[in-house]
């Protein structure tokens, strides 16, 4: 049993990180700054951000099945394991973080702002991004660290 | 970085004692190794629950496996 603990929190560590670089993929080229950078009509980013959406997707959707499906067939020992006082411990540290890089992404465009056009909708865009990205790494690098 | 610096534990050696590996006293306690490996390690402090089902696995008092100095 403690194997099979091991192993499905190295595969939650692996998805979590798999997840959030496609959420990044995904979103990234469709920033409207992105344009100016790389320009709307090449055909690359377009796909690597449709591949992106589509292995965030298949996560999300691996995610909630799998976990759903897991908790019915599981021992609750593995269930209890596997959601245990460290690994909520780790959740709301990476919530913290989290929060802290959105803080911190909101200062940084708020000062680019002074300098640079940035539009409202580039603004909540990054800032959403941040948020949805940094807490699902550092919940990965916390449950790596303590490993 | 350790949650509490000052407390000590004496869980890897009471643990030791009694024979049990970490992954065997997890699984007793419904943690996972690593909580165990965290909690000897000083780098994870466990709630007063945990405490609790820690020391009755082991057959010892809480206040013999965490001490402040």
Sequence with gaps: MPDEIERRSLRRRILLMVMASAFLVWQVPAMDFFDGIAGRENPLFRIASLAGFLVWAAGLVLLFTYGHVARGVDKPEITAALEDELVRSNRRRAFTAGYAVSLATSAVVFAASLFWPITGSDAAHLVLVAAVVAPMYAFAVLERINA | ?69
């Design chain 2, 1 to 69: 970085m350790p949650d509490h610096p000052q407390l000590g534990n004496r869980l890897k050696e009471l643990r030791t004692a009694a024979g049990l590996t970490q992954a065997e006293l997890a699984t007793q306690i419904h943690v996972s190794r690593k909580t165990i490996n965290t909690i000897e390690n000083g780098v994870f402090v466990p709630s007063t629950i945990l405490a609790l089902r820690l020391s009755a696995a082991l057959g010892v008092p809480v206040e013999s496996i965490f001490r402040l100095p």
